[in-house]
């Protein structure tokens, strides 16, 4: 009886010193008000260092069941990498710096330019527990500014402003987003090269126009805006793609051009172009196209002469908008096969000359090439980059013309 | 007698030997060993899953044949007290590794990119005991817990995959069998190390599960539970990194959300996700250190079995705790020895044990 009432209390004891060992998780904890959620890490070049790295958190309202979500709060130092930036940020607010929401990285043109994106990154993600899935954005102009035009509206909120890019590049895709992990990717074996978002700051976009909001304050509904000013929205947007050849930028795409590197990578959902529509020789207008990717299929083709042939099939169905009331089905479906699917190829192949001068397979073609390989080391030796000059693209567009069959006056 | 075996279903064993093969399977690997060669770990982890039952089945044959009750009757027959002795401590020793692992690479991964300001040794502190709990109480208890939980780290794994589905790109599996067929071919031999453990911990705790028919059950539904696990988180890691990246990568299933920059509140769900795979790598660890205890008592005879947990939940730990303080040189040395040789270690007492077995039947000097 009194063997189990000790091996009861031994057992009670292992449970009670368990149970202490459980609650050294809760060692060092930390209380989640304490800290300070840095949404963006920006890096301009510095002038005393190496680097003038940005950092933008999120600010949240402390006021329980406020409607607003917040704005943002900056912080910004000169260091040579961004741990030092850290350690003179981190003794000057009075909270812990948590790198756990960061989604982008921004960089400055002439950084990334440089080739120094590099040896930024070369940064410990898991020890700031960072995620790979943040993604890059390359500015015009420097970062600080670019930053600052993302807040410059009384409304503005980080969080939402990035959602609202991704939804953008869903919607027309006009921009080109890709995760860190990707750069990565990219620079490990080479099979393509990396594409990010470019933004620009434009001081002149009006974003606070002092419009009448209330009965008796404010001027009038039109503030102090004039005819032909751009009005609205942040300073800060995006404004194509910045694509690189290794870890360096080598070439800007527009926003069109943004589109249609996205419909050559297979990346394309929906968009809009506009291309001009002549009878006899006569430009009667512009017309819109609706675009929405049916097909894209991609190959490489290594011919035995060493010549390398990239083949993009591209199927995308075509509604047509604000067509010219002169041109009836029979022309409209005419101009849809043959105009604006050359237009489309022309532009396409465009875009991929303006990649392949820069030294940028940011069209992929490489890891459509890798399929060709039977082991690493032949696809090592193959040398993809260094060949990558000399690859010739084929792209063929195919319009399906959704209006076909109803009324040729849509009006 | 406190052997703490109880009696499990073939539910249990199932749900048990499927989590402990799967885990190791999972997490229990070497990235720079299993990457090396490309991404053909989808296919050469399930296949071998398949090896390593085909080397146990064998064994249970021989167990059938000789009316042993679990496999250290069998070590004792067939090699006798001594040589037995000296034959199971491989198997022992591997136990303890595919205890450790799994927990080593989740207590990695917790304190690199989970928790802020946190230890590593805290972490271990924090999650080892719950396993060391489980195996003090016995198979039982381990068994119950593992058909308890056995669903949630499949919904999680479900949850992970389909919800990182959209950054999966097929060029990644290319070239398609990575380094070639050789090596191809020794990956799926040389796995078997992380495979042959947990199956032999079936045939182990066989007295516990109700017969020799009951193991073998056990083993093939679990097998081929733990195959279709590997080949789907397999594949989804390959879909996802460039093998050159995963070899730098501790545990990849994790960090599978990472490539799509599109933020939703599903890929932020990773953080639930590992704590549930963690039940999972607790449960397996409890099983492998039980398994390894029993059969160390069972050869010794000895009548209770709690003094052997706790030795194997010591040397266990210390593993956990010190191998991060070790050189890493050595411990680069002792991880290829694992990886390349390590499978050698097992197949070799085995095969002696079956050989043994096999001509001591034919000369008639075994007993029924």
Known sequence: ??????????????????????????????????????ISIGVDRGTEKKYYITLSLQRELSEQGAESDGGAAILAAEADCLDEALNEIEGNVPYSLSFSRTNYFLFSREVAESGDIEDFLSLSFDSLKIRTSAA???????????????????????????????????????????????????NKDGSFDYCAALGRFD????????????????????????????????????????????????????????????????????????????QNGEELGMVTLILSKQHIGRRVIINEDGSIRAEVDIRLAAGTHAKPDEANQTEMEHWIN???????????????????????????????????FRSDAEWKEFDWKSRYGSVEAVFNVELINTDKGTSGDMQ | MKMRMGRIGLSEAVCVAAIALSTGGVFGIDPVYAYLGGNSTYISMPLSIIVSLLIMLPVLKLMDATKCRDISELFLKSAGRAGGIMLM???????????????????????????????????????????????????????RTAKCIAVLPLV????????????????????????????????AVSDTFVFIPPIAGLLICGEALGGNEFIRKAAVRSAFIAFAVCFIAQLAISLSFR???????????????????????????DKLFIMIWLCGALVSCAYCIYSSSLFFSKMLSQKDVTASVAASSLITCTLLLEIIKVDNAVVEKIRNAISYYGALFLIIPLAAVCLLTVIKKRAGRLEA
């Open chain 1, 203 to 278: 001081e002149s976009i009006i974003t606070d126009m002092e419009e009448k909001k209330t009965e008796s304050e404010g001027k009038n509904p039109l503030g102090n805006i004039k005819l032909g000013d751009r009005v609205g929205g942040l300073k800060s947007f995006m404004s194509g793609a910045a694509v690189f050849s290794g870890y360096r930028m080598t070439e800007t795409l527009t926003r069109d051009e943004t589109m249609y590197l996205n419909m050559a990578c297979g990346d394309y959902k929906n968009g809009t172009v506009s291309i001009p529509f002549f």
């Open chain 2, 156 to 187: 999680a794994l479900a949850a992970a995959v389909m919800s990182s589905a959209s950054g999966f790109e097929i060029y990644r599996l290319f070239p398609l069998v990575g380094d070639g067929m050789k090596h191809f071919a020794l990956f």
């Open chain 1, 338 to 372: 043959e105009t604006a699917v050359n237009c489309i190829r022309q532009k396409l192949n465009d875009v991929f000359i303006k990649c392949r001068d820069a030294g940028s397979d940011a069209m992929r073609f490489g890891t459509e090439a890798i399929k060709l």
């Open chain 2, 89 to 143: 401590f491989p198997i022992c020793a591997a136990l303890l590794i595919c205890a450790a692992k799994p927990l080593m690479a989740f207590a990695q991964v917790l304190h690199r990119m989970v928790y802020d300001g946190v230890k590593y040794s805290s972490i271990i502190v924090f999650m080892f005991p719950v396993a060391v709990f489980m195996a003090w109480k016995g198979l039982e208890t381990v068994g």
């Open chain 1, 1 to 38: 009886m009194k063997k189990r009432i000790m091996e009861k209390i031994m057992g009670l004891i292992i449970l009670l010193i368990f149970i202490v060992m459980w609650l050294t998780g809760c060692l060092t904890p930390v209380s989640l008000d304490a800290y300070g959620y840095v």
């Open chain 2, 243 to 269: 093998s050159g990246l995963l070899a730098e990568s501790v545990m990849p299933l994790y960090k599978i959300g990472f490539l799509t920059a599109k933020q939703s509140f599903v890929l932020r769900l």
């Open chain 1, 136 to 186: 890059m954005i390359i500015t015009e102009g420097s970062v600080f500014e670019f930053v600052g035009g993302l807040s410059a509206n009384n409304d503005a909120n980080i969080k939402k402003l990035q959602e609202a890019v991704m939804l953008d590049m869903e919607k027309n895709g006009m921009i080109a987003m890709m995760s860190i992990s990707r750069l990565f990717e990219a």
